[in-house]
């Protein structure tokens, strides 16, 4: 079965630093999501990376797919306040177009 | 352009009772896709309809069904309902088996079995 791990689960930053999100996942994709939700919203897709190697960026938010390695990052560039939310990442069990969604990581940037 | 749309955004009910959640995708698209997300989890899939269909489905009982509708509309049935059915459940839309088409979700609606 598809288990898809983020760590941290938690994390606290202040603003103006870097930081990494990462997506740990157990079996073959090469379709992967991910999403924000904001407390009490739904969620809102972020970026979709659909092959090894993509990366994605808007604005302070770049993401990246490495397949072989079975992992994807978030990267945070200068943290805002405004993206503190929580996390998702969603992979594809291999093709079948159903989404499994981990863990989530929830970010809280302090100014 | 209206998105995802759900209703009801609230609802209170009893163990053993039995609801109905309701979903319009977001225009254009034809799939729909259900999830449960406990408090502080993330979302757990539990089916997919496609041309009124069921496409895909995660590890939930059969007390969970649905429907899709030739207008692609859709809607969650839960039976015998459970304490631990309380959840915020998140209905998703996308076109079919489409690459770069990620899931667009309504708000959801929030269940509570008392």
């Known amino acids: 079965e598809l288990k898809v791990e983020q760590n941290p689960l938690f994390l606290s930053m202040q603003e103006g630093k870097n930081y990494t999100i990462y997506c740990n996942y157990s079996t073959t994709s090469d379709r992967l999501y991910w999403y924000r939700q904001d407390p009490g919203k739904s969620l809102e897709s972020l970026f979709v990376?659909?092959?090894?190697?993509a990366v994605k960026q808007e604005g302070r938010l770049m993401a990246s797919l490495d397949t072989k390695a079975r992992l994807s990052t978030l990267h945070i560039t200068a943290a805002v306040h405004d993206l503190s939310a929580t996390y998702f990442c969603a992979v594809d069990i291999s093709g079948t177009y159903k989404y499994i969604f981990g863990t989530g990581t929830r970010l809280k940037v302090l100014a | 352009d209206a998105g995802v749309t759900q209703s009801p955004t609230h609802l209170i009910k009893t163990r053993g009772q039995q609801v109905t959640l309701r979903c319009s995708p977001k225009?254009?698209?034809?799939?729909v896709s259900w999830y449960q997300q406990a408090l502080g989890q993330g979302p757990q899939f539990i089916f997919q309809?496609?041309?009124?269909?069921?496409?895909q489905r995660g590890n939930f009982p059969d007390r969970f069904s649905g429907h899709q509708f030739p207008n692609y509309s859709s809607e969650l049935n839960v039976n015998a309902l459970l304490l631990g059915d309380s959840a915020l459940y998140l209905c998703?839309?996308?076109?079919?088996?489409?690459?770069?088409?990620?899931?667009?979700f309504g708000n959801g609606t929030r269940l509570t079995v008392t």
């Open positions: 309809y496609y041309e009124e269909e069921e496409r």
């Open positions: 990376l659909l092959s090894n190697g």
């Open positions: 998703a839309s996308s076109l079919f088996r489409t690459d770069n088409s990620p899931l667009h």
């Open positions: 225009s254009g698209h034809d799939t």
